[in-house]
C-alpha cells in the first residue's frame, strides 16, 4: 500500500473523526504529510498523533474565508506547498420535518456543506497556480447528491450543490491538470449522525436500513477513504468531474421491485410518524397499504 502518497501533503477537512479521520490515515499509511483540519483541535490532534508521517493540526471554521486562508498559509509555511486536498468537512443539520425547518438551520448547514466546500476549493485552485504545480481535489459527496429523501432537507440541498462544485471545478480546473472528483458515501454510520443515534434515519436507523442494499450491509469510513485515495492518486490519472458511489450498492436498486431488497417493508413505518398530526396524513379509506 506504501507508496502512492510519498513525499506529497494533502490538507484533509473534518480530519478529528469519522470519514476524515479514517482518510487522515489512510493517506498518511500511503506515504503524506498531513494537514488536519477541524474545529474541533483536540480531536484532531488526537488524529495526529496516531498518523505515520508528519502533520500539521489547524483549527478552523471551513465556512469562514479567514479561516481557510489561515490553514493554507499555515499548510504552506510548514510544507512549502500543498498537493492534494479532501475537502469532506460536512454537517447534517436537523431531521425536523420541512415545514418546520428554520432558515437559520438551513442556512447553516449551506454555510459548512456549501460554502465550505466552495472556499476550498477555491483555495486550492489558487494555492496551485501560485505554486505553479497542479494537484487533484476530491469533496466528500453524499447518496443524497444522487436521490431525494423527505428527512434532511437542507443535507440533501446542500450535497446536491457539492455535485455542481465537482462539475464546474472539474471542467475550468482539467485543462490547468486539476483533476476534481467527489466519494459519495452511503449509509456509513459515523459520529456524525451519533447525536440522532435514536431518531429515525439516525445513526442505529442507519444499520437497519442498511441490510436492504445489494451488499446487504452499512459501510466503514475505512472504505470511503479507500475511494477517496484512489481519487486523489495517479492510479485516477484520467478520472474527473465524477462522483463515485461507495454506498453497497443503495443507489442502483430500484425500489418498487423486491428484487433488490428495498420496497419490501410497509410504507406506514416511515409515513406515519413522519406526517401524523401535520394534517397531511390521508384518511383511512384512501388505502395506504404496504409497498409491493
Known amino acids: 500500500m506504501r507508496g502512492r ?3 506529497t501533503v494533502v490538507v484533509v477537512t473534518g480530519a478529528a473523526s469519522g470519514l476524515g479521520r479514517a482518510s487522515a490515515r489512510r493517506l498518511s499509511a500511503e ?3 498531513i494537514v488536519l483540519v477541524d474545529v474541533d483541535e483536540d480531536g484532531a ?3 495526529a498523533e496516531s498518523l505515520e ?3 500539521l493540526v489547524v483549527r478552523a471554521d471551513v465556512a469562514s474565508e479567514q479561516d481557510v486562508a489561515e490553514y493554507m498559509r499555515r499548510a504552506v509555511a510548514r510544507f512549502g506547498r500543498v498537493d492534494h486536498h479532501h475537502l469532506n468537512a460536512g454537517v447534517f443539520g436537523s431531521f425536523v420535518p420541512l415545514p418546520d425547518l428554520t432558515a437559520a438551520e438551513f442556512e447553516q448547514v449551506m454555510a459548512v456543506n456549501v460554502s465550505g466546500q466552495f472556499l476550498g476549493m477555491r483555495a486550492a485552485f489558487r494555492q496551485f497556480s501560485a505554486q505553479r504545480r497542479a494537484g487533484a ?3 466528500t459527496a453524499s447518496i443524497a447528491s444522487l436521490t431525494g429523501s423527505a428527512d434532511l432537507l437542507a443535507y440533501h440541498v446542500s450535497k446536491h450543490a457539492v455535485a455542481g462544485l465537482v462539475h464546474g471545478g472539474a471542467v475550468y480546473g482539467g485543462p490547468l491538470g486539476i483533476r476534481v472528483n467527489a466519494v459519495a458515501p452511503g449509509i456509513v454510520p459515523t ?4 447525536s440522532a443515534a435514536q431518531t429515525l434515519g439516525g445513526k ?6 442498511a441490510t436492504t442494499t445489494p451488499l446487504r450491509r452499512a459501510g466503514t469510513p475505512d ?3 479507500a475511494v477517496a485515495a484512489f481519487l486523489l492518486s495517479d492510479d485516477a490519472a484520467y478520472v474527473t468531474g465524477h462522483i463515485v458511489s461507495a454506498d453497497g450498492g443503495a443507489t442502483i436498486v430500484n425500489t418498487v421491485r423486491p428484487s433488490g431488497g428495498a420496497g419490501a417493508w410497509d410504507t406506514r413505518a416511515v409515513d406515519e410518524p413522519l406526517y401524523r398530526g401535520s394534517g397531511n396524513w390521508p384518511r383511512e379509506e384512501e388505502g395506504r397499504g404496504a409497498s409491493s
Open 45 to 47: 490532534q488526537a488524529v
Open 223 to 225: 472504505e470511503i477513504a
Open 31 to 33: 506515504g503524506a504529510r
Open 5 to 7: 502518497f510519498d513525499g
Open 191 to 194: 459520529e456524525l449522525f451519533a
Open 53 to 55: 508521517e508528519e502533520s
Open 204 to 209: 442505529d436507523d442507519m444499520t437497519a436500513r
Open 137 to 139: 481535489i476530491v469533496l
